[in-house]
């Protein structure tokens, strides 16, 4: 007790440099305790207020803040540093989840999270909250562009162009929707996809192969996507790109939160070489097209610019008059949409087909249903694949599991949400972000029962029909809990190709090639006993990756004696 009211008696015999230490450790120590009694003290208050305040609509109360003890970084470090789902699961065994929101202190910025099967549907249907604080952040942090051109890009509170009667953020969502969601624009991104994929295919040599699975997909599906939707030539412009892109996408989240580059020297490293490079590709396509692209003319896709959305989102580039690195920082950013977590979803249903510790005969009934999609020419009907029950099961079973992603708004005028019992609502303040992580609904222990939330199950999304007796697939019963694709008006525009690119790739592996599982790999390729589960990195950003692979002799089907 003397040591803390007279602290400087009792240091009185230490050499100085070391007194001042021991002040200023004490001083910290009391900073950080009265900072955790404070935080408490206000969370017990404002979650008695919460729970116990009449449930009348006039009545919404701010979420609880959840207690801290670092001021400024808050809650982020726990946060940030658990693996994923682990901060959640501590924090739900002393804050009830029961509350359906609460909010954290990142950085400086108190944050709301919303859990609320309710509140998160509300949520995404509001059309007031916006993603732009997000975006902004994501390309200039993430994507290293220039404060000045993402201004340009967004054009953020500009008036509608007298031309087109649109503002900048509705043309972008207008050429989403014209060549990424309408259906015939869909039908060629999918059919240059597989074919680019099925020439792939049939390069590899036929021999008996021992590949990683996820790592060799890896490269022959982003090979095939960017192809698709980018061109040919960004292939050959961008040297390494493939390479580059996977160790881009490993540090992604840690250039998001600022981390400083010397955490992750390759992934910067990374990201400069591929911006360097397309900024050559923007430099080429320039010279080459003296004509703006036309997204509407008769070509669907052609070498040099690929794709129709592609082109169109070339002469949006240059209707703004944005900068060479600008756009190659822009199409790092598409490319990290169309790739980041179609690929590691179509490598996590490959390997839960292909597990040898799960269900024996899950790997016989998809080949059953993926064979009725087959055509005479051995090519896949997409239309017929994707319809497929089991097959979209599993698809649906893998987002439900892996994604994890943080769906996140800001308010730009004050919000109500409605709480799960419906009487009671929670208080959003404007200028608030409020972020709904999917991980929260899609692994809720209560919602996802036999088998638990944590397992694998292939039919989680199939139902009997009552008149039919057969199996179909069904979504629902699932609102609020399960939104891999976010929702709203900023619900991911690349759902409808994400969809029929990740099925057509499953079904293409499974029938070309035979697989054999040789066994299970960690990162470095060393052996490990089970099947792959979440590499314990950031989470909020999608697709999580995988901590390892599994090992298969491939063998082509069609050359099997
Ligand atoms: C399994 C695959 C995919 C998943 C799980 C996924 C998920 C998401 C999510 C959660 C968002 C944020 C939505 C929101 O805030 O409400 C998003 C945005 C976006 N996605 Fe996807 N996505 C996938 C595939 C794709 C593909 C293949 C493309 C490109 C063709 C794509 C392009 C985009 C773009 C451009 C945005 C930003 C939209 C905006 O700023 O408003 N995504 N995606």
């Known amino acids: 007790m003397a040591l803390l009211i007279f602290p400087s008696a009792a240091i009185s015999g230490l050499p100085l440099p070391l007194s001042a230490l021991f002040v200023l450790f004490l001083f910290v120590t009391v900073i950080l305790l009265a900072t955790y009694l404070y935080t408490t003290l206000r969370y017990r208050l404002s979650l008695r207020r919460y729970t116990l305040g009449p449930a009348r609509p ?39 989840r029961a509350t359906g929101a609460c909010t954290l202190l990142l950085g400086g910025r108190p944050t709301h999270f919303i859990y609320s099967p309710h509140a998160v549907q509300a949520l995404l249907k509001a059309r007031g909250p916006t993603r732009d604080s997000l975006n902004l952040d994501v390309a200039q942090k993430g994507l290293g562009i220039a404060s000045r051109d993402v201004q340009t890009y967004y054009g953020f509170g500009e008036p509608a162009d007298p031309a087109t009667g649109l503002t900048p953020t509705q043309q972008q969502e207008k050429m989403n929707h014209d060549f990424l969601l309408r259906g015939e624009r869909v039908n060629e991104l999918t059919a240059e996809f597989t074919r680019a994929l099925a020439e792939l295919v049939a390069a590899e040599p036929c021999c008996d192969q021992d590949v990683g699975l996820c790592a060799w997909l890896a490269r022959g599906m982003f090979r095939a996507s960017t192809e698709a939707v980018m061109g040919r030539a960004i292939l050959d412009v961008v040297e390494g790109l493939v390479d580059d892109f996977w160790e881009f996408d490993r540090g992604f989240m840690n250039m998001l939160y600022d981390l400083p580059s010397w955490f992750m020297p390759k992934s910067y490293q990374a990201r400069a070489k591929i911006l360097d490079g397309m900024e050559k590709w923007h430099a080429m396509l320039q010279e080459k097209s003296n004509d703006r692209p036309d997204p ?14 592609n082109r169109a989102k070339h002469r949006y580039f240059e209707a703004r008059g944005l900068s060479l690195r600008a756009r190659a920082g822009l199409d790092l950013g598409f490319i990290f949409g169309l790739s980041s977590n179609a690929i590691p979803a179509t490598g996590w249903m490959l390997m839960h087909i292909l597990n040898p510790e799960g269900d024996k005969t899950l790997l016989r009934r998809v080949m059953e249903e993926v064979e009725t999609a087959k055509r005479e020419d051995g090519t896949v009907d997409i239309p017929t694949l994707i319809s497929l029950p089991l097959l979209q099961s599993v698809f649906h079973e893998v987002l439900r599991l892996y994604v994890d992603v943080w769906v996140t708004r800001e308010l730009k005028d004050d919000l109500i949400l409605p709480l799960d019992d419906e009487k009671k609502q929670v208080f959003l303040k404007k200028n608030g972000i409020v972020v709904a992580p999917s991980s929260l609904g899609h692994r809720d222990e209560a919602r996802w029962l036999n088998p638990p939330s944590e397992a694998f199950y ?11 007796g057969k199996a179909v ?32 790739s499953v079904a293409m592996m499974l029938l070309a090639f035979e697989f054999d599982v040789v066994g299970f790999v960690d990162e470095q390729g060393r052996s490990k006993k089970h099947f792959p589960t979440l590499r314990n990195t950031f989470s909020g950003s999608g697709v999580m990756p995988t901590d390892g692979d599994i090992r298969v002799k491939m063998r082509r089907r069609d050359t099997k004696a």
């Open 473 to 504: 697939f069904s979504l629902d019963g699932t609102t609020g809990k399960f939104y891999p694709f976010g929702g709203g008006k900023s619900i991911c525009p690349g759902r409808v190709f994400a969809k029929q690119e990740v099925l057509g």
């Open 458 to 468: 292939a039919e989680r999304f199939l139902r009997t029909h009552p008149e039919t």
């Open 58 to 96: 006039t009545t919404a109360s701010p979420p609880p803040q959840i207690p801290y003890t670092i001021p400024f970084i808050g809650n982020a470090y726990s946060l940030l540093i658990s693996p994923p789902g682990v901060f959640w699961k501590q924090l739900f065994r002393w804050h009830p």
């Open 296 to 309: 509407e003319g008769g070509v669907g896709w052609d070498p040099l610019f690929g794709s129709r959305a």
